[in-house]
């Protein structure tokens, strides 16, 4: 069936830096790519929704300018955690969504020291 | 998008049948239930979707009553390996951008 990676699965970065995270369909297109976080404990929370080629949508309160998405493919889209910090630790997940296929991805664990 | 409610914990041992009720009384007319299966540091799994009455698979039964305010996840003989957090969700179905959000979900712990 379908699968959806995401890479890289953990990361550890220094506070102050900026992090890419990768998600990618496999073997479908995804026209639309949600992106979640989840800290520990806590349920999923969706972030923004990115069409390809279009600008992503954010949630409120998320900053559209710390968390640049990018959907510019079918089969990829990134998230960057621009100049992170501490509280940005979190996990990050990834939801591509193509026709009737719609799946997630297996996470990235983000830790920023 | 409607809200849901679910138990936040169940216990249950190997063997039982689990069944965990999810409130949805806002549901609307075009909505789908879904629901997800969490294990810890992975990405959620898909495990049922349904509109109206019942649906079965490989892996679960899902109930949905008439009125449709509320669906029962049957997980039957449960194992070990069932210890996760279910969530229950309710949007419009597949055929249109399917934004997923997550309630608190129900911690279910299956003892041996």
């Known amino acids: 069936g379908a699968v959806v990676s995401q890479h890289p699965s953990r990361v550890i970065c220094k506070s102050g830096t900026s992090v890419k995270i990768e998600c990618r369909s496999l073997d479908f297109q995804a026209t639309t790519m949600f992106w979640y976080r989840q800290f520990p404990k806590q349920s999923l929370m969706l972030m923004a929704t990115?069409?390809?080629?279009?600008?992503?949508?954010?949630e409120q309160g998320v900053e559209k300018d710390k968390f640049l998405i990018n959907h510019a493919s079918l089969t990829l889209s990134t998230l960057t955690v621009t100049s992170a910090h501490p509280e940005d630790s979190s996990f990050y997940i990834c939801?591509?969504?193509?026709?009737?296929?719609?799946?997630f991805g297996p996470g990235t664990r983000l830790t920023v020291t | 998008l409607a809200k849901t409610t679910q138990p936040i914990s169940m216990d249950s041992y190997e063997g039982q049948e689990v069944n965990i009720t999810c409130s949805h009384n806002n549901i609307a007319t075009n909505d789908y239930i879904t629901w997800y299966q969490q294990f810890p540091s992975q990405g959620p799994r898909f495990i049922i979707q349904?509109?109206?009455t019942k649906v079965t698979n490989e892996v679960a039964s899902l109930f949905i009553p008439a009125d449709r305010k509320s669906s029962t996840l049957s997980l039957p003989r449960v194992s070990l390996s069932d210890t996760a957090v279910y969530y229950c969700?309710?949007?419009?179905?597949?055929?249109?951008?399917?934004?997923?959000?997550f309630g608190s979900g129900t911690r279910l712990l299956v003892r041996p």
């Open positions: 939801n591509a969504l193509g026709g009737s296929e719609q799946y």
């Open positions: 969700l309710v949007g419009a179905g597949m055929d249109s951008s399917y934004k997923l959000i």
């Open positions: 349904g509109y109206k």
């Open positions: 990115s069409n390809e080629g279009s600008k992503a949508t954010y």
